[in-house]
């Protein structure tokens, strides 16, 4: 089933010239992860705020296309209303912080007091999500006392807790550690199995590389490819689209090494091709 | 050019009448020496990187220790005069950025530590055209990109032209091409002979740049030495859960027998097999 | 870091009390002396309001709050016990300067009002939870949004204190002086607050943006966390209260009227 439509998405930010996207068309298929890669200001997070409809309803500007999320068209229903469906991990995890709550526990819980869940149903999904993200032993300190990476995991728990059907992750993993971005693209993995939509805005190859079933690159507001992480880091031409592929990938190509008609993008997959040796 | 003696650093306060005695260090026993060596400090989120630079900056005082930057004895002078010596990169570009555009912002410090305005403006104007933001000189930095604040900021220290550099996470939110200008600064002003430190989760990155890896562990300095000692230590990165490159972990899984730091080691490794 | 709440958590009947029924306390606390206007009435309701914050436990919290108020009470009894238009009759002079017994009972009459009136709304301030009233003036059909603003009052006022001191570090790290003698520290100071208040006000869009991601305008009803303070006799306490209130006024009506 297709969870995420995007027909010919138009977006232009209130006075500026250049389009921040420009027929923009992709799908995604109910509990697929989707990485995001190109270059900065390329049109990531503005295709994030788009999938949410904080573009068009608090990004005024011109916009044409349709985004469908869920069964339901974006810019027909509230912010309020597509929170339900399609959650949102932004960049800057403190704007993530609602500001009314004093410990992790009652901020993690916000959505699910306005969404009017029993205080039960409440308790089992922070609980959950706090564990998912391994803040549990934080629940009870105040949501700014938090560091970088520790605000970064909370606001990932403040989404994932509502259950939404697809998540949005604008770079989530920016502040973490490797052991924590690990951990955050395993927690993405685990809940993609139960049915969840996955689209994480990423810059670490690597991960996206292993973790993501398809690419999305963007390029001055277009889409430059959308297909397997095979496919798109096998391109030759990648450095003209802006980014850069896995390590093991540029090994893989230095040396001519394929597997089968592509370049391998895992640790696992060049080990595969370059062949142990002792 | 710094020097740490058997430092301690708490976060809790010690109660005036009696010492707690249940006071959990964030630094526990520090000693180390800095030299010209471009330095990476590595670990956990927590681990007390953080706090370490903000202590040889003067921006938190040692409980214990002697800390020492250019000779000078950190306990008995002020960051401001300290900010002549050793410049720090935030970690958190909206933790950095204060004033109303990007120029006013790049010339507060070189002014702040008694350049003249003639030399301050060449030497920012520099810094400026090295991260591509010339063009935005008139910007709030705040209308700019995490990652282009982030540039900003590194500017933004650059200029005041100080022998020691600390960049706290640099990489942040970088894109390829962000991460090549971020290479570019460290490699240049490690050639114009300043003491280049870093703190950072990219280990690639480490191992392109750096000679010399510090990794610190629950408040404690776990290993200390050239990147292919300190990267070829499975069971001390295990601990400190960290992990090599990824160009070594492939010539691991691979069994090459030589430890590969780089994309180009492994290649050249590769080629010559 | 800091808060500014000033609810000190102790175990106490008080405690136990729903925070509507202590708003109703409040309002007979305030409109029964006033009424009333009789000495007996107001030194009981001040004697009641401060036996109840004894019963709270948090007396001694109080205690600092009359500190502060004790200077004005001072002056106020001063003022009337010499100055008071209706006074008559000399009690004791103090080198030629005269008291009067109408002023002095006068003064003392609005002290009593003063602390029954500031004692009452310790109450409520000492002993209850800002996000338990504001959550439970929610579930009374209060708005969500209000609620919203006074919570965030609590979290975001502390927070601003804390963005001074993050740039008051970005300062230092670029050779600005912040200590020493107070001209500079205040010249290190000065400047900061323009930037503090507009980042500030800057992240206000982003915190609507935070909360409808949240679902904060979905049309269902909101439920809590945390389960409201369930007091067994609420009602009849807030219709003792409003009684109480409602003879006061009928009483004084009816001196009037007679």
Redesign the interface.
Known sequence: MKKVIVENLKYRYPAMKQLALDEISFEVEEGEKIGVI????SGKSTLCQAL?G?TPH?YKGTYGGRVIVDGLEIKHA????A??KV??V???P?????????TV??EV???????????AE??EK?DRALHLLNIYPFRNQ????L????MQRMAIA??IA?RPSIIVLD?PT????????EEVFSAMDELSAEGMTVVIVE?KM?KVAQYCDKILVMKDGKRAAFDTPAKVFSRDDLSEL???A???T??CK??GKKEGAYYPVT??G??RV????? | MISVQNLWFSYEPDDRKRPNPDKKYALRDISLEIDKRPTAII????AGKTTFVRILKGLLTANRGAVTVMGEDVSRTTAARLARNIGLVF??P?DQLFKKTVMDEAMFGPLNIGMGEGAARKSVMRALDIMELSDKLDTNPHDL????KKLLCIASVMAMDTDIIILD?PT???????REKVKRVIRLLRDEGKSVMTII?D??FVAECFERIIVFNEGEKLLDGGAKEVFSDAEMLKKA???P???L??AI????GEVCLT?AD??RC??E? | ?K?LSLYVERDSFIHRVDPITKLFYIFAAIIVPFVMKDLTVSIVCAAVSLILLAVGKVLRNAITVFACLFLIMITIFLIQALANINNATVVFSISGIHFYAEGMINGVKIIMRMTDMVAAFLILILTTKP?DLVEDLIRAGFSPRIG?VI??I???V??MA?AIDVITDAQRARGVETKGSLPVRIKAFLPLLGPVVLNSFM?T???????????????????????AVNFRHAMAYRVLFVLLAVSAVAWRAGGVLL
């Open positions: 190109g270059r900065n200001s949410v904080l608090f509230t912010v309020s209303e929170a339900l959650g949102i932004f960049q800057n403190f704007t993530q912080v609602t500001g009314a709550k004093l526990y009652e819980a916000f959505g699910l007091e306005n969404m009017g869940l029993s205080r409440m308790i922070v105040n949501p700014f006392s560091s970088g990476g520790q403040g989404i509502m770079e920016s502040q973490l550690d490797p052991q924590g971005t810059h690597e802006g980014v850069c896995p390590v093991y540029n090994i230095a040396l640790l696992a060049a080990a370059l062949g142990a040796r002792r | 670990g956990q989120n927590g970690q958190n909206n990109a995490l990652s282009d996470e942040i939110s970088q894109d390829y091409v962000g989760h280990m690639d859960h960290l992990e490159p990824y160009a972990q492939l899984s691979m069994g090459l994309e492994v290649i590769m080629m097999a | 870091m808060s996000s919203y919570m965030s609590f979290q975001i502390p927070h804390g992240n869009k982003e915190r609507a943006m935070a909360l409808e991601v949240r679902a904060f305008d979905a049309k269902n009803k909101k439920s809590f966390l945390n389960e």
